[in-house]
């Protein structure tokens, strides 16, 4: 009986004891902050990806908190919507920002592009690159290890296991920028995702010659500036034997796509065209 | 030739395997197996086979069926452990301790870490320790040794020279070299476990760092407390390091790559301090063995020793010779 | 007997061209001369599409400090000047020219015989090194000028001749020594008065008994130069491996050979500065081993440079059938090859076939802590750790480790009993952690 009394007084004290060093301790090492950080972490995705240029979702909304104006803060993964949660939090206002998507500038899949070589290393773009400019003709191109698919926390970039080319998931792509950054080949780019998903790019970055990069790819870029003279926008421009398409410039009137000698330029979610029926016999 | 290959330097591979290496310790093994099998016959082979098929079975079964990856039987790290767990059994134990013995090293101390290179303590050990507290009498009751024995359950038990030793027993040197007396099955014989070193350092399979300063340490330790007071500590330092499992623990136990450091001076450090364990738990009456556990302890500092302790760097304080 | 200090490895040496004859090779169709070599600027060419050039003319300058000539390995006129993938793996500039006969520059003396005597200033060594455009042809080809050219306020003491040759398959160096001794003994006299030091070490490892007997004997007749045998082993002929066998000194970590008072020079760079400063000659071709365990023909071949690497393979019996891969140097440092349609450049010690079942990795594992690794590491580094670390992009940790000490020598990833491309990941850490390191010593200045 007094051993069971002594272990509840011993512990009822320790108990006590602890809870009045808790008490003042918390007092005098309380550290304050904003309560508004925590409701706007709360509207944010909480993906932690730091495509906003901030390591992780708090952060940004620290971040948030202490700037005067909402400029030049966006969350890539929530988009608009979620800024605007975010302005209302902190009654401030936001500038909706166009919604971009990754793009994969390259289409050297094993058929336009075939294989000369066996890599046998750890599979690892980045070490891959390394060593070497890839199994292909072209030094340029997409050495199909996956290193974007890693980088993806969002399961929204895959390697397509036929053509060996990554392919983006429109839908789950969150524009984060994870995979520009892990590409050694800079071949993703974040571009504006366009009306209906509409957009059009050069799907190449060969700054080779043009006969080299004929030679090594059907559907490379040879810099033949057909597409910057047709453009009635001056959306194209040619650098270094390869033709780039401004996406805040370009109206996607797809001119640039007709004259392409090698279907470099790539045209996403338009609706079929209509069979040009005059223009080909016109040519023959 | 169809494609060139292309891979990153270097071009060429010494060879060496995990599997190789785990044969070399098998091998070198062999001598102390074939001596446990002389002194205790049938209880030997009974008890070693049963530890390695289930050491290898249960290995299998988790990798296929709770991990449900690529099975490693064939590197041949579970037929090690099973042996080793044999090896530190007295012949005469239960086939159903010797199978949950293999369950703990395999299943708790190997897979529940992540397999093989994961574990932070040697799984062995880990199944020897965890029977000796779980079946007390059955892991402390040591056959007495017998010429091609052929008793199985029903060998004659004796005390061990070990505890002997804490009574004021005198052993008997060339009976600890050849194995004549009571204990653990592949911990009798000295000879055969230091040939098998020998063979292991021939090999490179192992480095002399981890045997040679545990038994050092301990040696040089149990002079002293020889030298302190005689009366009590009574056996001499060859003895000393002849007698239990020092010798296997030392050259086989405590060397198993994934649980003991990885430099030089870190291994010198783990030694020394598995040799100092090793006495200071012998001393008490209650656990004469000390050295599974001085093994395990040090095992937990491993990781703490591999980051704290460095090579040598090149160029670093070096005076130039010549 | 003397070997460095620190891990090594001994791989089978495997040196089926020893003892081979240096055959001088057909002369090709075309060249590719390379103006990039791999370190340093490319060399900016002098001469245009057209041009006629004779053997030994200069066609491309040195651009920068770390850089240096290159000159017109055959004679005939310039077709152009374009791209072109070389052993690097990558398509760099390279000057092609249209062979026509083989006429030499009037000033280069093409006879045989030895010239000992050299009565030029250390300044005119020196400059003679640097037009004739030598690099050091151990395979990192750094400009032998620069190391000649000690910075302000250091001295060298000694020349370490780097005979080391300590890469398996390869026997160029040896063979060399054996048809050239006397040259090469010359070359190191010359090298000696330009970096004004009186003594010599030339560092043979103990499989070239012959070269070492030979070596000693010479070594009589020239003052200061000491022969040493050295034990066979594993990267001794690294720069910082070779002065610690040699001379018994250890560069700290990050720093040059020259604070400890020693310059290396390879005896392939030796014999290139003999031909340049006593014979007038460029360094424009090179001697190179064509070697594999199938080789018909292994053999080494003295190699005009720009020629394309099929053409002396096929001189030397083709392309094996059973090649899995094609490597250009050594199998340990050597980079394997796209094709073979590459051209010769200053670098190449040597083409080398592995067979096909050695030629692919085996399947990694996991690492099991042997601490193999850390145990053949000449620079006593962590290999396991660097490259756990370099998976997990900690940087800074890598750095605290040390991982710019790498000499990207390959023995944790040949020793490592668990097949780990630990090589792989730590080049691309070291890559990755120079760079961080580069841009905050800009950012500072």
Redesign the interface.
Known sequence: MNLILVSILTLVVVGALAAVILFFVSKKFHVFEDPRIDEVEAALPAANCGGCGFPGCRNFANACVKADTLDGLLCPVGGTPTMEKVAEILGKTVVAAAPTVAVVRCSGTCDNRPR??KY???N?C??AH????GETGC?WGCLGLGDCELSCQFDAIHVNPVTMIPEVDEDKCTSCGACVKACPKMLIELRKKGPKSRRIYVSCRSQ??GP?TKKACEVGCIGCSKCFKVCPHDAITIENNLAFIHDDKCKLCRKCVEVCPTNSIIELNFPPRKVKTEETAVEA | ?DK???????????G???S??MQAVIIALMPAYLVALYYFGLGALIVSFTAIVSCVLFEYLIQKFILKGDT?IK?GSAALTGLLLAFNLPSNIPIYIVIVGSLVAIGIAKMSFG????NPFNPALVARVFLLISFPVAMTSWPVPEALSMHYLDAVTAPTTLRNMNFGVQPDTLNLLIGNIGGSMGEVSGFALLLGFAYLLYKKVI?WHIPVSILATSAVFIYILHLAAPESYIVSPIDYILSGGLLLGAIYMATD????????PGMLIYGVGIGLLTVIIRISPVYPEGVSFAILIMNAFTPLI?TYV???????K?K??? | MRTF??GG?H??ENKFSAGQKIKTANLPKQVAIPLAHYIGAPAEAVVAKGDIVKVGQLIGKANGFISANVHASVSGKVNKID?Q?DA????RAAVFIDVDGDEWLETIDRTQTVVRECNLTKEEIIKKVAEAGIVGLGGATFPAHVKLSPPPGKKAEVLVINAVECE?YLTCDHQLMLEKGEEIMVGISILMKALDVNRAVVGIENNKKDAIALFQKLAKEFKGVEVTALKVQYPQGGE?QLI?AA???????G?LPIE?GAVVQNVGTTFAVYEAVQKNKPLFERVMTITGKSATNPGNYLVRLGTMLSEVVDQAGG?P???????GGG?????????LDVPMAKGSAGV?F?QNM?????K?????????C??V??????P??LMNQSEREMWADMES??VM?CI?C?SC???????R?L???I??GK?TVGGIIRSRQARKS
């Open positions: 000369k070589n046998d290393g750890v690892h980045f070490i390394n060593l070497y400019s030094s080779d010659k080299i | 030739m060139l290959i292309i891979s990153p330097a270097p071009h060429i591979h010494s060496d395997s995990i190789k290496n490693t590197d397999g093989l290179g994961n480095s790559y994934v649980t003991s450091p990885m430099t030089k591999n460095k090579p040598k760097r090149f160029g670093e070096v130039a010779k010549k | 200090r620190i490895i791989p089978a791209v993938l690097s793996g990558y398509k398996p910082k610690d001379i018994g000194r250890q560069v700290p970590s720093a400890v392309v059938a059973d090649t899995g891969k094609i490597v199998p340990m440092m050597g980079r394997s090859l796209m094709t080398l592995i050695e030629s692919l990795r085996k990694m594992q996991t690492c099991i802590r042997c601490g193999k850390v145990n590491c000449p620079m006593g580094l962590e396991y750790l480790n040390k000490d990207e390959g990833s040949y020793t490592c009993p668990s097949n491309a090589l792989d990941y080049r691309f890559s």
